[in-house]
Nanobody, 115 residues
Framework: QVQLVESGGGLVQAGGSLRLSCAAS????????MNWYRQAPGKQRDLVAT???????SYVDSVKGRFTISRDNGKNTVYLQMNSLEPEDSAVYYC?????????WGQGTQVTVSS
């Protein structure tokens, strides 16, 4: 079965960096686009970044120039390098894959940025 397991969250001061990882299993990882979402308390879950099968990427405007998504198909892992973190980046971050006919989610990893 499909499994997505995130790691790398934590508490960091504003301006700091974190690197999130998502280990995938149960499907042919290289055949699917992978996404990072985030959800702050009381808010909806929003798409942050996408890496496609050809490794092209896209980002929500608020993280452009600060976050970098990448994938390692040999390790079945997707990463989110987060630099210049701001308190507004505090949220639970989720790894996601859409594999017809449904979305798959990891358990999430908490990122807290203190001012």
């Amino acid at each position: 079965q499909v499994q997505l397991v995130e790691s790398g969250g934590g508490l960091v001061q504003a301006g700091g960096s974190l690197r999130l990882s998502c280990a995938a299993s149960g499907f042919t990882f290289s055949n699917y686009a992978m996404n990072w979402y985030r959800q702050a308390p009381g808010k909806q879950r929003d798409l942050v970044a996408t890496v496609r099968t050809d490794s092209t990427t896209s980002y929500v405007d608020s993280v452009k120039g600060r976050f970098t998504i990448s994938r390692d198909n040999g390790k079945n892992t997707v990463y989110l390098q987060m630099n210049s973190l701001e308190p507004e980046d505090s949220a639970v971050y989720y790894c996601n894959c859409y594999r017809t006919p449904r979305n798959y989610w990891g358990q999430g990893t908490q990122v807290t940025v203190s001012s």
